[in-house]
């Protein structure tokens, strides 16, 4: 709503004085720094009697112009400024007619053609001390030790050292403290050291939440951030978006870069910038890229289109890839009909032996061996190292075909896989490969020798084909 300044006058109230001469209505400041008039036409006595003055309750008068101001006085510039009864040591000047710059006034009326008089309540100290609304107009603070500059701003009650810099239609909640909006238009503080530097239509409503710009973007956890854009929002503790448009971090310490509709939903995920990429789980990561995914914990997109990274360690890159097994790596650049149906996928795998009993290699040591999904064939290959707390080596290669229908049960290797032994210092040592019907899996079983500490691991390739 457009405002027309009121014309400013300087009037200057002064000091009440012992043995003086006053007529009635004669305005003068108070040795308690309250603003009264005079009740009737008398001289005043050698002490102050409140009997003799009427306290104004709402004024827009200034203080005395002699003298040095001491501790409660108020400072009024200007015919438009008041300060309500029982207030002190505030400084008000701006204002227009019926848009006032009041201290205790109604903040219902900010932004109406209603004097911001009307309906004023009754402040309960410290509210209505201390502050100081610097100039514009239609601007009321009912909290303590504020500061204003601005035009249709309101501090409620309660709200303390909080800072207005600049610009329009801003407000600080009721019992804030330390709140700071810096300049802009219809900005929100809603929480204590929370702040919003500039912009529009910003609300920064968790404690120690920052906004540095932009149009509606909402901070409301705790520590939250958002350096700008438009629409985003940071809801959780220690959250963080950089920019971009309707991007979401909505779990501890997650961030979301800048692009744009992206979220990271999960405890310290981030997404770094792209389109509509969801970052679900703990501590998953999406570079960037459109329409990514990656809901296993720590799991990685790198980039890329629609690719999935689901099982936990594991990444997905290009486009149409799914990695949902455990520590898994999956690469594509298309499909078929589904995603995954055409795609190459690797694995890091590890055991240890101390005898001669075998054990899997496994992508965590003790669990999750890699499994196929239903109707799928996978060509594979291998690549072993071994080492002994001895110093003895063993390098191997297992290459075959492995394939499962509908269901475990129907998982098979297709023809004898190759073993190629590339290096061997013990001749005991041995590698094979099977089929797991119960879980669906591709298994390597590695075997050492009694008395003897091994370490293996091996890289496994995989080209996936799903029909």
Request: net charge neutral; with cysteine.
């Amino acid at each position: 709503m457009n405002k027309e300044e009121g014309t400013l006058s300087a009037t200057f109230v002064p000091k009440w004085k012992p043995n003086t001469a006053y007529l009635a209505g004669d305005a003068v400041v108070s040795p308690s720094g309250g603003l009264v008039t005079a009740k009737a036409t008398f001289t005043s006595s050698a002490a102050y009697s409140a009997a003799n003055w009427n306290s104004a309750s709402i004024v827009g008068q200034t203080r005395a112009a002699e003298g040095t101001q001491t501790n409660g006085e108020n400072v009024i510039l200007g015919s438009f400024g008041y300060i309500a009864t029982g207030g002190a040591t505030n400084s008000v000047s701006g204002g227009s007619p019926s848009y006032e710059n009041v201290i205790g006034g109604n903040p219902a009326n900010v932004s109406t053609a209603t004097s911001n008089l009307t309906g004023a309540p009754t402040l309960v100290a410290p509210d209505g001390n201390w502050n100081s609304i610097w100039g514009g107009y239609d601007n009321v603070v009912n909290g303590w030790a504020n500061q204003v500059q601005g035009y249709h701003c309101k501090i409620h009650t309660g709200a303390n050292h909080a800072t207005i810099g600049g610009g329009s239609v801003h407000e600080v909640i009721a019992n804030s403290a330390y709140g700071t909006i810096g300049g802009g238009t219809g900005n929100k503080v809603s929480a204590s050291q929370a702040t919003v530097s500039g912009g529009s239509t910003n609300n920064a409503s968790g404690n120690s939440s920052s906004i540095g710009g932009g149009i509606t973007n909402a901070a409301s956890g705790a520590g939250a951030t958002i350096g700008g854009g438009t629409g985003n929002t940071s809801s959780a503790s220690n959250t963080t978006v950089g920019g971009g448009a309707s991007n979401q971090a909505t779990n501890t310490a997650a961030t979301v870069a800048g692009g744009a509709s992206n979220q990271a939903g999960n405890i310290n995920a981030t997404v770094a910038g792209g389109s509509t990429n969801i970052a679900s789980g703990n501590g998953s990561t999406i570079s960037g890229g459109l329409t990514n995914t990656a809901s296993g914990t720590s799991s990685t997109v790198n980039g890329g289109r629609e690719n999935t990274a689901s099982g936990e360690y594991s990444t997905a890159s290009g486009y149409k890839a799914v990695a949902a097994g455990y520590g898994s790596r999956a690469r594509a650049s298309g499909m078929f009909a589904a995603a995954g149906d055409a795609q190459e996928l690797d694995w890091t795998l590890r055991a240890a032996t101390t005898d001669g009993a075998g054990k899997f290699l496994q992508p965590t040591g003790v669990s999750f061996l890699p499994a196929l999904p239903d109707n799928t064939t996978w060509a594979f290959e291998l690549t072993v190292a071994a080492r002994s707390d001895t110093g003895e080596s063993a390098a191997y290669k297992v290459t075959g075909a492995i394939d499962r229908g509908t269901g475990a049960a129907t998982t098979a290797l297709v023809g004898t896989p190759t073993v190629t032994v590339l290096a061997e210092d013990a001749a005991a040592w041995n590698i094979t490969a099977g089929a797991g019907t119960g879980d669906g899996s591709l298994r390597f079983t590695v075997t050492g020798e009694a008395a003897k500490n091994i370490r293996w691991v091996g890289r496994l390739n995989v080209t996936q084909v799903s029909w």
